[in-house]
């Protein structure tokens, strides 16, 4: 009787040690560890999101664990490009996950500025052609340009001769 009480007290001891030093769901969950998380790349081989996704409800067997490596590692007093060296060392390159470009935003300003200033050379160009004469019924259109009088001159001449 007095051993199994012992035993029984042992257990609760041991239960009770292992909660109070075991990480939360929340602690591997916190943002410190999506920070990390967020430049590794699940090896789970089921996807390819960054270790804060959430598949089959968090419990990647790949994931979760590599969370709590982060945790701990953050425990420690480790920096986060220490944490994620040490993944990339661990597991190589292909876990790391660089970041996106940072001048993607760009890309819609200039594709309007360049639609604008090519909406303004065209209608520079179209201004800047003399405006059109109005026809003058009865009779061909009046011009003053002396090169265009000779090529109809020379027009006229030609078709003369086919009849």
Sequence with gaps: ???????LLLLLVAASAACIWAQSEAQIESDEVKRVGTHLTCQCGSCS?????????GQCHFCKPARTQIYKMEQQGMSD???????????????????????FWLIPYI??????????????????HHPMKPAVAGGPPVDDDAELAR?????????????
């Design 111 to 128: 594709t309007l500025g360049l639609g604008g200033v090519a909406i303004i050379f065209i209608l520079r160009r179209v201004m800047s």
């Design 81 to 103: 490009g220490d944490i994620i060296k040490s993944f990339v060392v661990q597991y190589g390159d292909k876990i790391f996950r660089r970041d996106p470009n940072s001048y």
């Design 49 to 57: 999101e960054n270790l804060n996704c959430m598949m089959s409800a």
């Design 1 to 7: 009787m007095y051993r199994s009480k012992l035993s």
């Design 151 to 163: 090529y109809r001159d020379a027009v006229e001449k030609d078709i003369s001769k086919l009849d």
